[in-house]
């Protein structure tokens, strides 16, 4: 008996709440301060392609994995990008040190062997001489042949030459590398380097990662098949910015602006709201959509406007069918960038 009693205070006093809740509704509604929009949820989508022509070697992700930014997603195979690296590394190395060797210049042992080896040729210079005279000699006498003279000038001048040889080559080990084969050098190893660069980089590409967080939608290519830039391998739809486009009626237009703070309510989760805001109104208009489903719509112009919503237990998915509601006496701020509550 004191159950059926509590019920029957309780259920008339619950009706007079919803009568009360439902009268300042419509009251609010009536006098134009309350504004009810109907739209669809879009998000953006992301068509992922590897930037190189290789075959997949493998696909990490499913249809429906939430993938975070900078997750890998994929790769290619690697095994002739591994070895042009190599090669790259290898000239690289080899470059680095020739031009050390260029800028060290000639080593104090590489000076003392230039003038050992004057000193030699001074000395075969002399002994050449010394036996060019003495048969010269000779021949006054009729002891050697004319022959005999011309091949021993000969020598004494090849020995001579080789002197001037020597003494050259002993002043270029002291003034060292030209400054022109050094700076060619130092170009050719800008010229590895960026060989080098760019066979890294092509190890990069052939590695997929997530640009954003989102959930991946569609998984397109498989382990095995040939991928090109393209070819996407992955469609990825991204978790933030999720919005509602809507479409504002032109009488309507002066009182809604950017920043203006919306509730949003969907049909798949009836009673739970979402917060958000208008972010963006259309500079122009176009006639009414026939998505729209308000029928004294339908032959008036409307301007696209898009309100941005929190989704952070990804509940609003795409084209979902949702009701934006504005309160349009709210003050909106001078700085109305706003974001959802983390």
Not at 66 to 92: C, F, K, N
Not at 228 to 248: C, E, G
Not at 258 to 279: F, N, Q
């Amino acid at each position: 008996m004191q159950k059926k009693k509590a019920l029957l205070v309780i259920v008339p006093l619950l009706s007079l709440i919803m009568l009360a809740l439902l009268w300042r509704g419509e009251d609010r509604a009536a006098d134009g301060t309350v504004l009810s929009l109907y739209g669809n949820v879009e998000i953006r989508e992301a068509q992922l392609a590897f930037n190189a022509s290789e075959h997949i070697k493998a696909v990490l992700v499913e249809e429906g994995d939430s993938v975070s930014q900078g997750q890998l997603l994929a790769h290619l195979h690697t095994e002739v990008l591994d070895a042009q690296l190599a090669e790259a590394q290898a000239a690289l190395v080899v470059q680095q040190q020739l031009l050390r060797k260029l800028e060290a210049g000639s080593r104090p042992e590489e000076i003392h062997k230039g003038e050992a080896e004057l000193t030699a040729a001074h000395a075969r210079a002399k002994s050449a001489q010394d036996s060019y005279q003495r048969i010269a000699q000779l021949l006054d006498k009729k002891l050697a042949s004319r022959d005999d003279v011309e091949n021993a000038r000969a020598l004494a001048e090849a020995a001579q030459a080789q002197v001037d040889v020597a003494v050259q080559g002993l002043a270029l080990l002291k003034l060292g590398p030209r400054t022109e084969d050094i700076a060619a050098a130092r170009a050719q190893l800008v010229l590895h380097e960026a060989v080098l660069s760019a066979a890294r980089q092509r190890l990069v590409d052939t590695r997929l990662y997530a640009p954003a967080n989102g959930v991946i939608r569609n998984r397109i290519l498989e382990p095995g098949e040939m991928a090109f830039p393209q070819v996407p391998v992955l469609t990825l739809a991204l978790s933030d910015p999720v919005w509602v486009r809507a479409y504002l009626p032109e009488p309507m237009l002066g009182r809604v602006k950017p920043g203006l703070k919306a509730t949003i309510h969907s049909d798949s989760y009836p009673g739970k709201r979402y917060e958000g805001w208008v972010g963006y109104i259309s500079p122009t208009a176009e006639f009414t959509p026939k998505t729209v489903q308000t029928p004294e719509l339908r032959t008036r112009l409307v301007y696209s406007v898009r309100v941005f919503a929190c989704n952070s237990q990804g509940e609003l998915r795409l084209g979902m069918p949702v009701t934006v509601t504005l309160t349009l006496d709210q003050t909106v701020p001078a700085n109305h960038t706003n974001r959802c509550d983390s």
